[in-house]
């Protein structure tokens, strides 16, 4: 059992911060947050004063294993299962350097993403929380066909969703649309499942309790994913064959719907907009900018793991796409805030990660500075704890030095 205090504690909570405060950690769970000397004097003290703890960060959509160099044709990479397993479990080690201590990887052949799930969670590898997806939904040659999902009719459909639910899936993706990152299939604005189609994978998710995330990035595809209910549309770009066209009318229904969207903001901007052209990159922007006028719940995600215009979108860059929110009119406080509580929500996991709260996992931060004041201060990090576990050499050498 042990207290770490700092100048600032962040709860995850739209405005509650709580200045010269202390969290106290008992194993896995947090049992107190509060003022200083709230948490009484029972065990080690670990005191950091200028920095601030918050909530470990949430990414949520990330490709740990995907493999850029999968042959169209075949569906084949270079990569064997095992190889591909270590590779997945390195970018989890780097997604958590970076304070994400929760993350929905969106995308996975084989099942790997369940397997490094359960390895994280038993010490055998570093790295954040995993909700796993497992292998997408998509038609006979669709996006990301080559991952193992393929079905095209109703009866297909809940059979893949019914497999990766058995191999313990946490949550089901679907491709509701096309996507540019695979040769051959339809392109992004065009819809690969209706309405109908996108309930059944809701409604198999709901028989075990779990959530839908849906890639859409067409305005018919959108508009299916909020009929069918799914749990969150992923980019959510309003991709039409002449550019990002957004519809007022249907952000309104999104806003409306409370559905979250993951637009997928990461840091690789300035490569997009030397890829597609100022004119598409401010587009997207506005985009983003106009569903939060809008008031929908969107949330962090980088989609790290996919690579933007040949350039790899690490995933160690999560602040980067932080960043991004900020040059679109975001507070640092609203940012910090679809970072962590409203990301966790979104993942299905906001019961027990995403705020400090007694009861809840001890994944949490601390970083040197104020990010309410500097979000380049989430990269100054001090301390990343995942279920109470110091994960990182300075964490270690922090709590080593002070705790003794």
């Not at 669709?142 to 639910?165: F, K, P, Q, S």
């Not at 040059?327 to 609203?334: D, F, H, I, P």
Request: aromatic content about 4%.
């Amino acid at each position: 059992m042990w207290i770490i205090r700092a100048g600032k504690v962040l709860t995850g909570r739209p405005g509650e911060v709580i200045t010269d405060g202390e969290v106290r950690v008992d194993g896995a769970t947090i049992v107190s947050v509060g003022p200083r000397g709230s948490a009484g004097t029972d065990g080690d003290v670990l005191d950091l004063p200028g920095h601030t703890l918050l909530p470990g960060l949430v990414d949520a959509h990330v490709h740990l294993g995907f493999d850029a160099r999968v042959d169209p044709l075949t569906g084949r990479g270079p990569e064997s299962d095992h190889h591909l397993l270590l590779r997945m479990a390195e970018n989890a080690r780097k997604l958590v350097s970076a304070g994400v201590t929760t993350a929905r990887d969106l995308g996975s052949r084989s099942f790997l993403d369940v397997a490094l799930r359960d390895a994280v969670e038993e010490g055998l590898a570093v790295g954040p929380h995993i909700v796993a997806a497992t292998r997408p939904i998509t038609i006979t040659g669709g996006h990301c066909w080559y991952m193992g999902g393929e079905a095209d009719d109703e009866a297909a459909i809940r059979r893949v969703a019914r497999e990766n639910l058995r191999a313990g899936a946490d949550c089901l993706k679907v491709m509701a649309s096309g996507g540019l990152m695979t040769p051959g299939a339809p392109p992004s604005w065009i819809s690969q499942y209706g309405t109908e189609q996108l309930r059944v994978v809701v409604e198999e998710a709901a028989t075990r309790g779990k959530g839908v995330a849906a890639h859409a990035h067409g305005h018919d595809a959108i508009r299916s994913c909020v009929e069918a209910g799914v749990t969150t549309i992923e980019h959510c770009s309003f991709l039409a064959p002449s550019g990002h066209r957004f519809d007022p009318e249907l952000v309104g229904l999104i806003a409306e719907s409370g559905t979250y969207v993951c637009p997928t903001v990461h840091g690789s901007v300035e490569r997009i907009r030397a890829v597609h052209g100022a004119e598409v990159f401010d587009a997207w922007l506005s985009g983003v900018a106009t569903m939060r006028e809008a008031g929908v719940r969107l949330v962090a995600g980088t989609d790290a793991g996919f690579a933007v215009g040949g350039v790899a979108n690490r995933t160690d860059g999560y602040v980067g796409g932080l960043e991004t929110f900020a040059t679109v009119g975001y507070r640092n406080a609203e940012i910090i805030e679809l970072a962590t509580v409203r990301a966790a929500e979104a993942c299905g996991v906001g019961d027990v990660t995403g705020s400090l709260d007694p009861g809840k996992r001890a994944d949490l931060i601390a970083v040197a500075g104020d990010p309410l004041e500097r979000l380049a201060d989430l990269r100054e990090l001090r301390l990343v704890l995942v279920s109470g576990r110091s994960v990182g050499q300075t964490a270690v050498d922090t709590v080593a030095d002070s705790v003794g």
